[in-house]
């Protein structure tokens, strides 16, 4: 199999984020250092990287209900704190699935799973991501159908999305946004360019998972239904 795809099974990285480690030099095969295209066979090649032998691993699949102030990142150089320090009794190598901004709570996936991790992630299996999106002002039923829409960013207009009014008053609005995209700031830039700023976000889902019942910081192990239902979103219907 693909070297990154194999170091994805085995739970080093993503396979986005393992494509980077091979082409920083930091894996190798059999003793030489990989170049990126290369293929790998488990039975007979010894992986390594930054020295240490890779093998497969058991797969674990977490939600964690993610608080506000943590980064969503395996370290970090500046000290603060990683969603990875909440996951006390976790031995296995994981990591996120995507990101949440540091000061946007809610759902979020961590897995060795590399592979369902990259599809999960890719923009072409439009993994759905549910938020309650609090901003200034009175949001008009016009504005919701322009975000429904699409509206035009930066970086080209968005997808369209879902828009629901939850709660309004003169001060401020709070909107149930479904998206299937994953841009940076996304719901922060869409909702601003429709001229209101967000003054709390909070995730709810992700891929038709909640963090009903966690409260920030806390988090869990996926039942097997959650598993097999993100296996069939993203057409892997294999472990």
């Not at 990285?13 to 250092?33: H, Q």
């Not at 058991?58 to 969503?72: D, G, Q, S």
């Not at 940076?184 to 429709?194: I, L, S």
């Not at 992700?206 to 996926?222: K, V």
Request: contains cysteine.
């Amino acid at each position: 199999m693909r070297l990154q795809q194999y170091l994805a099974r085995c739970g080093v990285a993503s396979r986005r984020a393992a494509e980077k480690l091979i082409e920083e030099g930091r894996i190798e095969i059999n003793g030489r250092v990989a170049v990126l295209g290369e293929s790998v066979n488990p039975a007979s090649d010894i992986v390594t990287h930054n020295g240490r032998r890779v093998q497969e691993e058991r797969f674990v699949y977490i939600l964690l209900n993610k608080p506000r102030n943590v980064v969503t990142t395996v370290a970090d150089t500046h000290g603060r704190r990683t969603v990875l320090d909440g996951l006390q009794g976790v031995s296995a190598r994981v990591f996120p699935v995507g990101r949440l901004d540091m000061d946007v709570q809610g759902a979020l996936l961590l897995t060795n799973d590399g592979e369902l991790a990259y599809r999960l992630m890719h923009p072409s299996f439009e993994t759905p991501k549910v938020y309650l999106a609090t901003v200034r002002g009175r949001v008009l039923p016009e504005t919701v159908a322009r975000i429904e829409r699409g509206i035009l960013l930066e970086d080209g207009p968005t997808a369209p999305a879902q828009a629901v009014i939850v709660h309004a008053s003169a001060q401020v609005t709070t909107l149930r946004l479904t998206l299937h995209e994953g841009r940076k700031h996304e719901v922060k830039r869409m909702c601003e360019a429709a001229g209101h700023r967000v003054v709390e976000l909070r995730r709810v889902s992700f891929a038709g998972i909640t963090t009903r019942g966690l409260r920030p910081g806390q988090w869990r192990y996926l039942t097997d239904e959650e598993v097999a239902a993100l296996r069939r979103l993203t057409g892997k219907t294999q472990p």
